[in-house]
């Protein structure tokens, strides 16, 4: 799905993510713990250093201890250094893995925070573009794939890697041809992995994407539930995620397939290499070229850097892995911010409104949303917004607030054009209720006074206006009951309430009020427009409404046809032009008293 893939940006300016690219963005984060990376660098050399002394005590231990005339000295020392090696070793490892342990945490704490922040100040297209699914799955679980590579594969890389760097060197002293005939079979294993990563590469990718699908078709089936118990969709949602499950199991298996084939491969050519070591070393021994000793410790050190090699292989499917997520979560960080506005500051709006020649369009759409609308509201004044669907109404309002800028034309407030303006101060002026409810998780209280520590007097006074303090009183909890994902432990009417309850404890300048009234009944909404009538009072409002019978005492209503304005005016005077409002409110009057 093209919205899903849009996170997927370019890290480092090229078109896939290399690991140098990875870690030139982490390095701002990794800067301030460089001393911690070091120590854990060092202890890890350790590590990889008593991995050579293994083999390197066989030696003397199989030339000079064994016997009649066996060195008493190499007797002793040898047991007593291998328990030194494996104690140092230990308290290496242990003190790697915390050190990295601790790096790791708190470089994925540190892009967790970039993440939602910069989540937090994106435009509302970005909303608009990305689903819930996609933005879930980097915050939460992709940049866990970030901690996996920083704490494995990392440590795999650098540990493994100075592991064989020692191996080799002691190798190399030990037998400087045979070490060649080793020397000789990396390359072919290197050229093997690289084929290998680009189908991984590839394949990750694709993986991801069907991954965010999958997510999506979960989260619109719980989140439209209701339709699908109501319309019997159990069969086609659940052949539709067997589909896509099936699709990505496909996917699992091809990387699994194409990751599986390093670590046999590999094995097969280290095996053939050492078929020729040990038929070189017995030709030597026949000269004296070699010990039992020298001999043991070299396919020692030999077997044993098998082991931190295959390592270093395996860990490209994770690597891989890594790199995907790196993209995503990189081009979550990378999404502009919405713009800040300018420095002038606006504590206290008048509320007067101007909309001048303001025009604006979606994306590449060729016809705008909305052209030329120009239009004046005074303070305290109350102006509707009517017309068919799709006419721009709700468009015009999201301007006001700069949730859009406008393509065309420009939007004042007190005589200012709005970028001017600090946008925080701009927001702390407005107050909205849509139609869409949205409720936190919280407590009644909290979500009353979302942003601020709530004022508990302030909380009831709003509730009261709002006529949902009776129904807050009767609850066992009362301003502390929790209200559930987006207020499912409320009527649809009370969750209306509660989101006008919201706007008249903001106590703001200027009001929006999207059908704030759409889903209360009768008796309720009545209780709700005094309410609001009351609230209005001295504040400009912006009135969206499709029951025109909310919008009789408008000061003004706007009537919007295809992005324009077709007529203004109050109600009596529309309904005399017979214009356009004279046709809705017809067609709804016929339908109420049918």
């Known amino acids: 799905m093209e919205t899903q893939n849009t996170l997927r940006k370019t890290v480092g300016g090229t078109e896939r993510t290399s690991s140098a690219a990875v870690l030139r963005r982490l390095w701002p984060f990794i800067k301030p713990l460089i001393g911690a990376v070091v120590l854990a660098v060092a202890t890890m050399g350790i590590v990889a250093a008593t991995e050579a002394g293994i083999p390197a005590l066989l030696k003397p231990l199989l030339d000079h201890g ?23 070793r230990g308290l290496a490892q242990y003190a790697s893995g915390y050190l990295l342990a601790y790096v790791s945490n708190r470089i994925l704490l540190q892009l967790r925070l970039e993440m939602f922040e910069r989540m937090i100040h994106t435009s509302a297209s970005f909303f608009q573009r990305e689903t819930a699914s996609t933005v879930i799955n980097a915050i939460v679980f992709e940049v866990n794939q970030i901690l996996n590579v920083l704490m494995g594969v990392m440590v795999t890389l650098v540990r493994d890697s100075l592991t064989v760097i020692f191996l080799l060197g ?6 400087w041809r045979l070490t060649l005939i080793v020397a000789v ?38 989140g439209g539930y209701k339709v699908v118990k109501v319309h019997n969709g159990e069969k086609y949602e659940i052949d539709r995620f067997t ?28 095996s053939i290499a050492l078929a020729i070591v040990i038929t070189i070393a017995v030709v030597q021994s026949a000269s004296d070229q070699t010990t039992v000793g020298g001999f043991v410790a070299f396919v020692t050190s030999m077997l044993l850097v098998i082991s931190p090699l295959k390592h270093l292989i395996d860990v490209n499917q994770p690597l891989q892995r890594g790199m995907t997520a790196a993209e995503l979560i990189f081009g979550l960080i990378d999404e502009p911010a919405e713009p800040q506005g300018g420095e002038r500051s606006l504590c206290n709006a008048r509320g007067d409104i101007e909309f001048r020649e303001v025009s604006f369009t979606y994306g590449e759409v060729d016809r705008p949303t909305l052209a030329s609308i120009s239009f004046k509201v005074q303070p305290g004044e109350m102006v509707a917004l009517a017309g068919p669907s799709g006419s721009g109404k709700t468009t015009l309002v999201n301007l006001l607030p700069r949730f859009f800028d406008p393509t065309g034309g420009a939007i004042l407030v007190d005589g200012v054009p709005i970028p001017e303006y600090d946008l925080h101060d701009l927001r702390s002026q407005m107050a909205m209720v849509s139609q869409d409810v949205v409720l936190f998780n919280d407590t009644i209280a ?32 009362g301003l502390d009951t929790l209200v559930g994902g987006n207020g499912m432990r409320l009527s649809g009417g009370q969750r209306q309430r509660l989101a006008i309850a919201r706007a008249i404890y903001k106590d703001a300048p200027i009001l929006i009020l999207d059908e704030a009234t759409s889903a209360l009944d009768s008796e309720s909404e009545r209780h709700v427009q005094a309410a609001l009538e009351t609230l209005m009072k001295g504040r400009t409002t912006l009135v969206i409404a499709h029951r025109l019978s909310t919008i009789e005492r408008a000061d003004r209503i706007l009537v919007l046809e295809a992005g324009q304005i077709a007529e203004q005016g109050s109600h009596e005077e529309l309904l005399r032009k017979g214009g356009l409002y004279a046709h809705l409110h017809r067609i709804q009057y016929q339908q109420q008293t049918a």
């Open 446 to 477: 909290a979500n009353v006074a979302y942003g601020h520590e709530p004022d508990r007097a302030r909380v009831e006074a709003a509730l009261r206006a709002a006529n949902l303090m009776d129904a807050v009183s009767a609850m066992p909890a």
């Open 66 to 88: 064994f016997g009649e005339h066996g060195s008493n000295s190499a007797k002793w020392f040898v047991p007593v250094a291998v328990i030194g090696l494996a104690l140092v």
């Open 185 to 222: 079979i990396l390359p072919g294993i290197g050229w093997l992995v690289s084929k290998i990563n680009r189908r991984l590469r590839r394949l990750n990718r694709e993986h991801q994407t069907l991954t965010n699908e999958l997510s999506y078709i979960v989260e619109e089936t719980v």
């Open 170 to 175: 002691y190798l190399f002293y030990l037998n």
């Open 243 to 270: 589909a896509m499950s099936k699709r990505l199991k496909g996917y699992a298996m091809r990387m699994s397939i194409s990751g599986g084939l390093a670590q046999p491969l590999t094995q097969f050519l280290a």
